[in-house]
């Protein structure tokens, strides 16, 4: 061994003790696990009275627990599960109270660590609501059952108690109170099979469809010596016998049989409480209900408080430098852009399938079809893209979790696949929750387009709907955010996606369903401020594909769009394009557009191939021998993913 390897190895286990100084019982990956807990994942951070479950703690914390869990099941770069994450956060405030009985988590399905409990859960569409009971049993039959999706925090605990009351009508959730409604005529059977210690009873009357008795019995579970029941205003011997006229009431009642009735002017569960809290505090009984009135906040970083050092701070500005020089770029497509969102697409949207079959197979097939026809892929690229391609075909079905075999084999160092860190360029939002995914999976697909139009120039019989008609089966059986996907399916028949007659016209439709949810999605509150959705392409970026009128010059747009997207104006920013261009010694779709050479003469293009092609072998050798690494420097300032 050379002795600067030596060296390093002694500054590595250095590092490492001084690291661990600072906490000897912690590891470094230890760390980073509970860090992940402790400051937060995806949407949701250690303020919120969510709990983060992770690979790390699903099973851990969710077996065997004496807790019901419900977890919602999410994608962090998913419009819909941003805007479903408030109202997550506030039921997880409002039945904090409750966490003894049941608990409220996330757990994000676009962090690669998390993906093989996604797929071993069967999640589908994103955000997904599962119920887990108490003492869990995880097994290929008990993935846990969907829990209706509210649309604020309202519905969401209403879904829940519905939940409840299931499970305590199939003999579990016996850990709860009572949730069922109370429907005896009289209130002789308050106090049946429940400790004799318990001195009041409570009984509140409300409408039906109404969760408030549940809610104040849940809410005050930990109130000792009590009971709180329900019942329907339709049980009417029991309305009658109390000559009730206006809902909702609470009927105390102690074993001597004497009762009161107090009238509630609104059906609020705050009212309630407090008219039994006042009843009790009179009784010199003490209400105990953790239902927090005002969410506590929390101050303080608990790891690693970080000191912007000098080191940081000129990172920071190239980082900063980075991304005005991307923006100044305009619309131009990155490598890195495109090869992140097949690894993410492949990784987190068709591996995360436990089984693909069936219709999801043929999309699969078809998919991987053209990317090995218009993928910008180098040779390692194209060989990864024909394994997979081999191990759908010829089956009819396929485990996702063998499809994550191949592409963890091919994201290894020295495979050569992959030119680019898995990171996002044009496509980087300003904070982790924008753009990313949906918007490299848009360019992957305009690209494709593009390219398919481009390489069949000559080509008759060529299938208009080759990439749009995947992209339209992709988007419906594999793409996570599941309003999206309907709206794209809804759109594809609104709009005639089926009556396009080229591949030519293929992309200007894309152009025009794209811009179509531009138009809807266009001050929503999932847009990236610094990246405000608009009519593609900017007056700027294109003065001639408007006209006059401001309708737009279809000629000029299908120009640029030609030209953004073409396969000779990919742009390599921090990718390796050794890589790539190692795929010039076959003959692969991906080393340029056909109808650039053909304007040469063929003669002069065997001269100048065979030059190149000399020239690469010796630059690859001279570049092999050094050892391969990949680029560090730019994706050190991307940040992570
Ligand atoms: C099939 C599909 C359906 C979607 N449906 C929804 C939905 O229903 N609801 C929802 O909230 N989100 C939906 N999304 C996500 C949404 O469209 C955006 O991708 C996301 O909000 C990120 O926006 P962005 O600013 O990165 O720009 P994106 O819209 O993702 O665009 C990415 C890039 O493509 C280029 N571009 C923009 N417009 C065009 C165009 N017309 N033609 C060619 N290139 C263009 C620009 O360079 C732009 O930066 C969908 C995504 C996809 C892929
Ligand atoms: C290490 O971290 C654990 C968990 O955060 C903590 O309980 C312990 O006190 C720490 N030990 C030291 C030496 O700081
Ligand atoms: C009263 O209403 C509840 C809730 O809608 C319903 O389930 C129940 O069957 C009704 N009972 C009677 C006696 O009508
Ligand atoms: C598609 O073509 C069919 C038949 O050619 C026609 O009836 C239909 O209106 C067209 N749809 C659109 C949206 O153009």
């Known amino acids: 061994m050379k002795p600067t390897g030596i060296i390093y190895i002694i500054a590595f286990f250095l590092a490492l003790s001084v690291h661990n100084a600072n906490n000897a019982s912690l590891s470094i990956y230890e760390q980073k696990k509970y860090k992940q807990f402790l400051e937060g994942q995806g949407l949701y951070t250690a303020e919120d009275d969510v709990v983060i479950l992770t690979v790390h703690n699903f099973k851990t914390e969710v077996m065997g627990s004496p807790q019901a869990w419900v977890v919602e099941f999410y994608n962090s770069w998913c419009g819909f599960c941003q805007r479903f994450a408030p109202s997550w956060k506030a039921l997880g405030t409002d039945v904090k109270g409750w966490s003894d009985l049941v608990k409220i988590a996330a757990l994000d399905c676009s962090v690669d ?14 955000p997904t609501l599962r119920y887990f009971h108490e003492n869990y049993v995880p097994g290929p039959q008990n993935i846990g059952v969907v829990v209706t999706k509210g649309d604020d925090v309202n519905s969401h605990r209403h879904f829940l108690i519905e939940r409840m009351m299931t499970e305590q009508m199939e003999q579990r959730g016996l850990m709860y109170p009572n949730l069922l409604p109370y429907t005896h005529s009289d209130t002789s059977h308050l ?35 009590i009971i709180v029941r329900y019942a329907f205003s339709n049980n009417s011997d029991l309305v009658s016998h109390f000559r009730i006229n206006k809902f909702p009431v609470v009927i105390s009642l102690d074993h ?12 609020s569960r705050e009212q309630l409480k407090a008219v039994i809290g006042n009843f009790l505090l009179s009784k010199r009984i003490k209400v105990t209900d953790d239902t927090p009135k005002n969410k506590e ?45 097949l690894r993410f697409s492949l990784k987190h949207e068709v591996a995360t399938v436990k089984t693909i079959q069936g219709e999801k197979l043929d999309v699969l097939k078809n998919y991987l079809t053209i990317l090995r026809k218009y993928f910008p892929f180098g040779q390692g690229g194209q060989l990864f893209l024909s394994e997979l391609l081999m191990a759908v075909s010829n089956t009819n079905q396929i485990k996702g979790s063998k499809v994550a075999e191949i592409i963890s084999r091919a994201e290894e160092e020295d495979s050569l696949v992959f030119s680019s860190p898995q990171q996002w360029l044009a496509c980087k939002g300003s904070s982790p929750s ?30 208009p709907l080759e990439v749009l008609g995947v992209m339209h089966g992709y988007v419906k059986n594999f793409f996570g955010c599941a309003d999206c996907s309907q709206h794209f399916q809804d759109m594809a028949l609104k709009k005639g996606m089926r009556n ?12 025009m369903a794209h811009n179509e949810v531009n138009k809807r999605l266009a001050g929503d509150q999932t847009e990236d401020p610094e990246y405000p959705k608009y009519q593609f392409p900017m007056k700027e970026r294109c003065p001639q594909c408007r006209n006059g009128d401001n309708t737009w010059n279809l000629v000029e747009v299908f120009r640029y769009m030609k030209h953004m997207y073409s396969n000779i104006n990919v742009r390599y920013i921090g990718s390796d394009t050794r890589i ?62």
């Open 113 to 126: 660590d998390n993906t093989p409990i996604c797929r071993e859960y069967e999640i589908m569409a994103y």
């Open 191 to 225: 106090f049946d099979s429940i400790p004799h210690s318990t001195q009041y009873g409570f009984l509140i009357i409300e409408e039906p469809e109404t969760y408030l008795g549940a809610e104040v019995a849940l809410d005050l579970h930990k109130t000792p010596n």
């Open 297 to 341: 906040i929390f101050t303080g970083k608990w790891l690693d408080a970080e000191v912007p050092d000098m080191s940081s701070l000129i990172q920071e500005r190239a980082r900063q430098a980075l991304k005005e020089r991307i923006k100044k770029m305009g619309d131009v497509v990155f490598q890195m852009d495109l090869e992140t969102a």
């Open 256 to 267: 001597n049989n004497n009762h009161q009735i107090f009238n509630i002017g609104s059906n």
């Open 500 to 511: 396009v007659s080229s591949l030519d016209s293929s992309v200007l439709w894309l152009w």
């Open 434 to 463: 924008y753009r990313g995914y949906p918007c490299g999976l848009w360019k992957l697909f305009h690209y494709l387009t593009v390219n398919a139009a481009d390489q069949n120039i000559n080509n008759r019989i060529a299938n």
């Open 580 to 641: 790539l261009h190692v795929g010039l010694e076959g003959k692969s779709a991906a080393s340029g557009p056909g109808s650039v050479f053909k304007a040469l003469d063929m003669s002069m293009c065997f001269i100048l191939y065979v030059c190149s092609f000399l020239l690469l072998t010796v630059l690859i050798r001279m570049f092999l021998k050094r050892g391969y690494r990949k680029k560090p420097y730019v994706h050190d300032l991307l940040g992570k993913v």
